[in-house]
């Protein structure tokens, strides 16, 4: 009796080299954990396929995106104060991204027209930088930046308090950037995006907000948005299983009132809370590694 082997699969054998281009064989690298990946699945979990888990190689040439992104993002910091526009953010962005020799994502990506997003106040996310919107005291701000370095991907956004902020704005501002830490900490191989989810939604509505539930993060690196997409709404022990080799963003949306938003049909990209009051947001870049997580962009 014969049989076929399928054209269509590589049949590793023992001294094959890892898929992960590690260097090591197969047999001494990924099998153990396409065994775990496989126990899992049969068992109904969501396992991140390979295409997601990044090679040695992605994860430098990521890094090296992300360098920019963090770089990008201090030059802000330097720079933003009361009186700019948000268009002068824009400007900021875009120069400094191309001066280090990147790209800003964010540029046509599906039709968006700025290098950067700004939200202020009651815009949750991606709002569009404007001449006419002046940066005032007492307001808080997003700056949202994405890079794109030789084909690899980095994102991250951090928040900005112009002049005197109120108690009430300032302490959303912090209770959005601690709740990524707090995230954080259930960040490690064989925990579950679910895990991290709860986390960060018990200890956002603990202080008495809210986390937006239609929007999240995103899985990035060979590609802006890439698989899985990541919700702070979820439940403990659900949702896609960590793996080494993952790399995706946390940034939770935290409203101060009520969770429910809107997009505005004008622009067809700025997103508003319902209630008018102020949302938060803090996003950072993380790989999931051997024994925890490496934070990539902040
Ligand atoms: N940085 C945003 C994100 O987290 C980018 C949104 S797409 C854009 O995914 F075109 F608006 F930039
Ligand atoms: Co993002």
Same mark, same amino acid.
């Given at each position: 009796m014969g049989f076929k082997v399928n054209p269509n699969i590589k049949v590793v054998t023992r001294n094959d080299l890892c898929? +992960?281009?590690?260097?090591?064989i197969y047999n001494e690298c990924h099998k153990h954990i396409d065994k775990r990946l496989l126990e899992y699945r049969r068992r109904g979990y969501l396992v991140p396929g390979?295409?997601?888990?990044?090679s040695k190689t992605d994860i430098e040439g990521i890094k090296e995106s992300a360098k920019i992104n963090i770089s990008v993002l201090d030059y802000v910091a330097d720079n933003i104060r009361e009186g700019m526009s948000t268009e002068d953010i824009n400007r900021l962005v875009h120069e400094k991204t191309l001066e280090m020799g990147?790209?800003?994502?964010?540029?046509?990506?599906?039709?968006?027209?700025?290098s950067v997003c700004t939200s202020v106040?009651? =815009?949750? +996310?991606?709002g569009i930088p404007s001449k006419t919107c002046i940066l005032k005291e007492g307001d808080i701000i997003n700056v949202d930046c994405s890079t794109i370095y030789n084909g690899y991907f980095s994102d991250s956004s951090r928040m900005f308090c112009i002049g005197n902020v109120s108690d009430e704005n300032r302490r959303l501002v912090e209770v959005a950037k601690k709740a990524v830490y707090v995230g954080l900490e =259930?960040?490690?191989?064989?925990?579950?995006l679910g895990d991290m989810g709860q986390a960060i939604n018990d200890f956002v509505k603990s202080n008495g907000y809210s986390v937006v539930e239609e929007i999240g993060g995103h899985g990035i690196g060979l590609a802006f948005h890439e698989e899985?997409?990541?919700?702070?709404v979820t439940k403990k022990g659900t949702d896609m299983l960590m793996v080494p080799g993952m790399i995706f963003t946390i940034e939770p949306m935290v409203n101060m009132g009520r969770a429910n938003v809107f997009m505005?049909?004008?622009?067809?990209?700025t997103v508003y809370t319902e209630d008018k009051l102020p949302s938060a947001q803090w996003e950072l870049q993380v790989l999931v590694t051997e024994d925890g997580h490496e934070i990539i962009s902040y």
């Open positions: 898929f +992960c281009g590690s260097g090591k390979r295409k997601i888990l990044k990147g790209i800003p994502a964010p540029l046509n990506y599906e039709g968006f027209p700025k106040n009651a =815009q949750v +996310c991606h =259930q960040v490690k191989p064989w925990n579950f899985p997409f990541v919700s702070y505005d049909d004008n622009n067809g990209w």
